[in-house]
T-cell receptor
Framework: DTAVSQTPKYLVTQMGNDKSIKCEQN?????MYWYKQDSKKFLKIMFSYNNKELIINETVPNRFSPKSPDKAHLNLHINSLELGDSAVYFC????????????FGPGTRLTVL | GENVEQHPSTLSVQEGDSAVIKCTYSDSASNYFPWYKQELGKRPQLIID?????GEKKDQRIAVTLNKTAKHFSLHITETQPEDSAVYFCAASGRTYKYIFGTGTRLKVLA
């Protein structure tokens, strides 16, 4: 009955590698998000897709590329990983326009060595 | 730009006491204000929310108040329990799909 799921839960990798994180929601929502939570716990929006179209693209290095193959999935691919990319990445989903409740996935803890 | 300030950053209370966390937002178009609780190693979970047409909302021991004129909203937790210990985030959402989150408050309830 998991509403928003992410894989993997943990990801440990070397600098310079390329990695992907996957997110799926079974809530029937039309909007999905990626957030980055750093070591100080700040939650920062990175991207958002509505009906598979990119609607929010914050100031994020272009090494980060989101992809939404359908409304239920939003993946995040990261090229040339850097030490500063180490963080917890949360996927979230919501239904509708502004003022919609967002539901978060369990997070992916990325550690870049 | 859009901004949400949250205070205090840490809060320690004795079990049974009340806890209050305050947020201020900058975008006057904001109309939805959720509060999330994040336990250690877990995802943020919605605990209560309020919309701009309401001044106060209560759910058992948790209440949220909103002052649109002053652009303030607050979370009140009464009769705190050790399991209330967590990081609490406020957020504001308005003209876009985007939430702007506060910087979080680490609440410790001392038994």
């Amino acid at each position: 009955d998991t509403a928003v799921s992410q894989t993997p839960k943990y990801l440990v990798t070397q600098m310079g590698n390329d990695k992907s994180i996957k997110c799926e929601q079974n809530l029937g929502h039309d909007t999905m998000y990626w957030y980055k939570q750093d070591s100080k716990k700040f939650l920062k929006i990175m991207f958002s897709y509505n009906n598979k179209e990119l609607i929010i693209n914050e100031t994020v290095p272009n090494r980060f590329s989101p992809k939404s193959p359908d409304k239920a999935h939003l993946n995040l691919h990261i090229n040339s990983l850097e030490l500063g990319d180490s963080a917890v990445y949360f996927c979230a989903s919501s239904q509708g326009s502004s003022g919609a409740t967002q539901y978060f996935g369990p997070g992916t803890r990325l550690t870049v060595l | 730009g859009e901004n949400v300030e949250q205070h205090p950053s840490t809060l320690s209370v004795q079990e049974g006491d009340s806890a209050v966390i305050k947020c201020t937002y900058s975008d006057s178009a904001s109309n939805y204000f959720p509060w999330y609780k994040q336990e250690l190693g877990k995802r943020p979970q919605l605990i209560i929310d309020i919309r701009s047409n309401v001044g106060e909302k209560k759910d058992q021991r948790i209440a949220v108040t909103l002052n649109k004129t002053a652009k303030h909203f607050s979370l009140h937790i009464t009769e705190t329990q050790p399991e209330d210990s967590a990081v609490y985030f406020c957020a504001a959402s308005g003209r876009t799909y985007k939430y702007i989150f506060g910087t979080g408050t680490r609440l410790k309830v001392l038994a």
